[in-house]
């Protein structure tokens, strides 16, 4: 690596001039210029392999040239950019594909409605849309959960941290224990069921049960499809509707489009975005079964609802999905990511407590919370962007694009491997190690 930046004040203008609320330059201190795939580049030039994807934002890659040549050409012809919600070309056409390539081989009928650019966006619309159909407010939520950063979605996060930058006071939610909260020999849903059924139990009937399948920003913790089974059947039970938030885990995150489709259920709602927008573009989703959209005209609306270049960039990136060779390389790719974490976590028994995950967002949990980030920043040392979850930031979190390249991966993987060797000392490892994996 190149020590030129070292040598100057490069976050100078950053430091500044932007706000104090920065977060990732902080960790990354350094100037990104350009991007390929799984690859970015400061502008001294220092070349750096990308296990965060935008946090989920870029599963398919950043400027992956199918998608940029659909780009270049619809502006080059002056297509429409903004259209607030007016139907355009660009979007009837990525409604067709979504339709024909995600909805119908699955089964699923699913009303399409474009709440504005942003996860939380998406998030908040589905909120608004389960307790105007039921004509309850409460909605339950689950311990460690991510929904967003607007006062809706933040109600339903359980961060402390994040939850005390509101300013007000959070409510029309109720949380309750994930699956394996308390180990893994405790079924949760037996005491939301029973809660559900104790009229003395304090809890408001709820509109709607949300939930990730997988709990990124919470320390990737994943739910059985046994649970997921059981929290729909309880939905459905007393009249509850379900919200599977699938903004960070959705889109081929897990292996499969949906992250919620091993475990064979319907949700009532469904929220995307993050990789929905192909490229990096905003753009978010909200999927209502039919028979929930009541919404009014205009009832929910945004100005930048209408991004036609993320739906030229979406429909181009669905064609990923017309076989099946994305999946088996994802879990190719998984697979090769587990056989790697599991090694160091045998390698490392006093520092590391567990691997989890699923599909290509996979990590090491630390028993020492601080040592995730050591790791993060060892890793950005020798050349790999990598980011910490979970509520004391003790998740060291493997998040590669889904299109990195076999080749790039091991690179990244026995650099990270190196970071670990630095940050724990080869003395203290319980078996021999090898770089590759």
Known sequence: MKQADSLMPVLDVFDKMESEVRSYCRSFKTVFTKASNAWLWDRSGNGYIDFFAGAGALNYGHNNPRIRTKLIDYLLQDGVTHSLDMATEAKESFLLRFHDIILKPRGLEYKVMFPGPTGTNAVESALKIARKVTGRTNVICFTNAFHGMSLGSLAATGNSFKRKGAGVALGGTTF??????????????????????????????????????????????????????????????????????????????????????????????????????????????????PEHDVWNPGEHNGTFRGNNLGFVAATEALEFWRTTELERAVTAKSHTITRFLHRMAAAYPKAIAEVRGKGLIQGLVFRDASQASALSKAAFERGVILETSGPRDEVAKLMPPLTIEEDVLAKGLERIEAALQSLLGVGERTTPGKASV
């Open 176 to 289: 309750l224990p994930y699956d394996k909260y308390f180990g893994p020999l405790i079924d949760t849903t037996v005491m939301l069921e029973r809660l559900l059924q104790d009229p003395g139990s304090g809890i408001d009937h709820p509109a709607a049960i949300m939930l990730e399948t997988l709990q990124g920003e919470g320390g990737l913790n994943e739910a059985s499809a046994k649970w997921l089974r059981q929290v729909e059947a309880i939905c459905r039970e007393h009249a509850i509707l379900l919200i599977v938030d699938d903004v960070q885990m959705g889109c081929g995150r897990t292996g499969t489009f949906f992250s919620f489709e091993e475990a064979g259920i319907r949700p009532d709602i469904v929220c995307l975005s993050k990789s929905i927008g192909g490229y990096g573009l905003p753009m978010a989703l909200t999927l209502i079964k």
